[in-house]
């Protein structure tokens, strides 16, 4: 059934990108030039035809930039967003602080039109996983991080 949910999700995201051009044009696709240490965080139950390591008990999608794009992992698929999940449950697409490092739209958020389709479908992809109990305490957990990074990175702003 998980297999099943993360092909849904996939599909819903196919063939949507964060902006209406080729968001690669902007940083010379920084988030696709892999190294043996850095990678995109797999959801439970994915399984990807890439090389996979495991990183403090975390699962992560490590490539050498170069893939076929409709084999890419969900995180490849929606970054720099995530399906954010509210302390009451909602689903939202929300710019992922944890890429900050990488990609130059995370920083200027408020300045890119990002395509509403790819953002409506984000959340949708993220109202699919959920129905998973794996996935949802995934996409929980990780909102909680993205919280306390956003704390932290706001802090810093203001020093």
């Not at 995109?40 to 994915?46: C, D, I, N, T, V």
């Not at 990002?114 to 959920?130: D, E, M, P, T, Y």
């Amino acid at each position: 059934m998980k297999k099943d949910i993360i092909t849904q999700a996939k599909a819903v995201l196919f063939p949507y990108t964060p902006l209406i051009a080729d968001c690669g044009l902007v940083c010379g696709k920084a988030c696709c030039k892999g190294d043996s240490e850095t990678g995109m965080l797999l959801f439970p139950g994915e399984d990807t035809s890439l090389t996979v390591k495991e990183k403090n008990g975390v699962r992560l999608c490590v490539c050498n930039g170069i893939c076929n794009r409709n084999e890419r992992p969900l995180s490849c698929m929606i970054f720099p967003f995530f399906p954010y999940m509210d302390e009451n449950g909602k689903i939202q697409a929300k710019a992922d602080i944890r890429g900050i490092n990488v990609c130059p739209l995370i920083s200027h958020k408020n300045e890119v039109l990002f395509s509403k389709i790819f953002l409506r479908r984000v959340a949708r992809a993220g109202r699919i996983l959920i129905k998973d109990e794996e996935c949802r305490e995934f996409i929980r957990e990780t909102s909680r991080e993205m919280d306390t990074l956003e704390k932290f990175y706001g802090q810093r702003k203001g020093l």
